[in-house]
């Protein structure tokens, strides 16, 4: 079957749901409301256990309900991340046109199979993905805190996989997930960007699917700068435009990279024993400094635990952001797009990549 044929009308609907997993608890949540939901259940459902040197070892805690226990399988990943653990799940549901992506931390909705059905009946043959519509439970009695609003952003993330269906053949034909992408970040942009390359195009469908904030540390916003490395290879990708294409928020690199030269050449003017312009530079990182954790304070419930350690991170986000900033662009540097490392050679415009077969793809 080609790239633009429809399935049959008997198998059209039919979709096996995959869901990477590192063993979380709130993975038995997923697949609670997955079997509760009403409408017709997938055809499959594959559990990616990722869990470093776990498969095999020690069984995936997973309680898997009786509904779901006839159709669920649990596959080993590789532990490579989500980008690589999606690829082996979804190819692991041979012959199912349709795969839908769920985290092991969402709770689809009560009508959730229904909806599903009518996205996945709605959309043309040229709809290569049908995204849902993601809601993030905030609190009511006060303003959430930094860590609440960034998740709250998933709910505007154009392509996010927390939930999204995706065509067998518009998978096939760019090669899935490109595994460079080793944690949950971007590699949901770059997937949707290379199939729409591909001449598809992705629908909005209105299935609901809500997406808890998770327990997270107070050094949560440090970690995240990681994603400024991923940043780095998309723009090698996809070229400085996807950003526009993908809808996705710039941040603050810049006057994280401003900041941090002001912090450095405090310390180097002072090195150099020239108290002035050490002076204007350390007035500088304050400045920026205060005015990141301002902007991130004033939005919150504002408690001391909040406000401290927005105060210490507001700090140390900077130079983590260059850091990580830096550090792609080292490690991307000779990145190439994944149709030419896996061909070898650029594709001529319009003219598509052959599907994987069963033997390319691992099986």
Known sequence: MTARERPDAATEGTYAVVIPTLGRPSLNATLRALAAATGPKPECVILVDDRPHAHGATPLPADVPAALRPVTSVVPGRARGPAAARNTGWRAALGVPWI?????????????CDDLALDLAAATPANGAVTARIDVPL?????PTDWERNTAGLAT?????????YRRTALEAVRGFDERFRRAFREDADLALRVLAEGWTVARGARRTAHPVRPAGRWISVRL???NADDVLMTRLHGPGWWARAAAPRGRLPRHLAVTGA???????AALRRPALATVC???WLAGTA???????????????????????SALIPPAATWHWLRGQLAHRRAEPLDRRTAGAPRPPGVPLRPLTEERAGR
Not at 100 to 112: C, E, I, M, R
């Open 100 to 112: 839908v992506f769920l985290d092991d931390d969402v709770v689809p909705g009560p009508t959730w």
């Open 139 to 143: 609190p009511a009695d006060r303003r």
């Open 157 to 165: 993330a154009r392509w996010i996989t927390a939930d999204m269906a």
């Open 225 to 227: 700068q990681r994603g």
């Open 263 to 269: 912090a450095v050449g405090a310390l180097a003017c």
């Open 282 to 284: 350390a007035a500088g």
């Open 291 to 313: 005015e990141f954790a301002l902007a991130r304070i004033l939005p919150g419930p504002r408690h001391r635990d909040e406000v401290v350690a927005m105060a210490v991170t």
